[in-house]
């Protein structure tokens, strides 16, 4: 049986989101910016600790507010499919405190507005472009202390211009969700090399 995960990655405008998703499923970047204006799915599969799993990927537009019941989600074309989410990727420039604080008010909101139960969503915090370490706005151990003590989340820094734990981020991701019961066997997990230029990939 296949495993089936809806990940939903939201972050502020020029984070890399879409940078971050097409190095992970293609292993393709561009240095070209090109804002994502519409809600884009992609449906890669993965092999984690021998079981596959299908990926459904959100990539979301800039929202103004996590959708705060089904209707909003519904009105809103750039949210369909963001509440029921299984787990939540979102992005932050690590030279750009707004985009961190973007990341703040939203994790606050889904906490707050996704159906009772379902706080417990798994959620990862990226701080992209890490190739560009010298401009980064807060020193790293203060946003991993804060993002996994304080909201508990799992924390994970990239960069997609050189594919720079991208795989890890997801493998971590998948982990937290496996972890929480999206399967009950979650042994060990282990990173046995992706494959090149292919839609699946084995972690």
Same mark, same amino acid.
């Given at each position: 049986?296949?495993?089936?995960?809806?990940?939903?990655?939201?972050?502020?405008?020029?984070?890399?989101?879409?940078?971050?998703?097409?190095?992970?499923?293609?292993?393709?970047?561009?240095?070209?910016?090109?804002?994502?204006?519409?809600?884009?799915?992609?449906?890669?599969?993965?092999?984690?600790?021998?079981?596959?799993?299908?990926?459904?990927?959100? %990539? /979301? &537009?800039?929202?103004?507010?996590?959708?705060?019941?089904?209707? !909003?989600?519904?009105?809103?074309?750039?949210? +369909?499919? $963001?509440?029921?989410?299984?787990?939540?990727?979102?992005?932050?420039?690590?030279?750009?405190?707004?985009?961190?604080?973007?990341?703040?008010?939203?994790?606050?909101?889904?906490?707050?507005?996704?159906?009772?139960?379902?706080? %417990? /969503? &798994?959620?990862?915090?990226?701080?992209?472009?890490?190739?560009? !370490?010298?401009?980064?706005?807060?020193?790293? +151990?203060? $946003?991993?202390?804060?993002?996994?003590?304080?909201?508990?989340?799992?924390?994970?820094?990239?960069?997609?211009?050189?594919?720079?734990?991208?795989?890890?981020?997801?493998?971590?991701?998948?982990?937290?969700?496996?972890?929480?019961?999206?399967?009950?066997?979650?042994?060990?997990?282990?990173?046995?090399?992706?494959?090149?230029?292919?839609?699946?990939?084995?972690?």
């Amino acid at each position: 049986m296949v495993e089936t995960l809806s990940i939903a990655v939201i972050g502020a405008p020029g984070v890399g989101k879409t940078s971050i998703i097409r190095q992970f499923i293609y292993n393709d970047f561009s240095d070209a910016y090109a804002p994502t204006t519409c809600r884009y799915v992609y449906r890669p599969s993965v092999i984690l600790n021998g079981v596959m799993y299908d990926l459904k990927i959100l %990539d /979301v &537009p800039p929202i103004s507010s996590f959708p705060a019941s089904s209707s !909003q989600e519904w009105l809103d074309v750039r949210c +369909r499919g $963001v509440r029921s989410a299984n787990a939540y990727i979102l992005v932050y420039d690590i030279c750009c405190v707004e985009s961190f604080e973007y990341v703040k008010m939203i994790r606050q909101q889904i906490v707050e507005h996704r159906e009772q139960g379902s706080s %417990d /969503v &798994p959620i990862l915090v990226v701080g992209s472009k890490r190739d560009q !370490q010298r401009q980064r706005f807060t020193p790293r +151990r203060a $946003v991993s202390v804060l993002v996994k003590k304080t909201w508990k989340c799992g924390y994970v820094e990239c960069s997609a211009k050189f594919n720079w734990h991208v795989l890890l981020l997801f493998k971590e991701l998948l982990g937290i969700a496996v972890a929480r019961g999206l399967r009950h066997n979650h042994a060990s997990i282990r990173l046995q090399g992706a494959l090149q230029r292919n839609r699946c990939c084995v972690m």
